[in-house]
């Protein structure tokens, strides 16, 4: 699963909109629309932002890993 995917669960999953994750993140709607899209990717910082929000790795952000370490399957 690419970053993009894993985004779009990880923000559903915590019933976001693009928005919303983005005024958390003090960016605009379209960088979110674009990570989602695949057509750009988050600096650093923003990927340590998104990694404490969503309580997972930086690891499994970026990684082809299907599941979070410790994630229990649906």
Do not use: H, N
């Amino acid at each position: 699963m690419e970053f993009s995917e894993k985004l779009i669960q990880l923000r559903r999953k915590q019933g976001m909109s693009q928005e919303q994750l983005a005024d958390r993140l003090g960016i605009t709607r379209q960088s979110v629309s674009k990570w989602e899209s695949g057509s750009a990717a988050p600096e650093l910082s923003k990927l340590i932002t998104l990694s404490e929000m969503f309580q997972v790795s930086i690891d499994y952000l970026v990684k082809d890993a299907e599941e979070p370490k410790g994630a229990e399957k649906e």
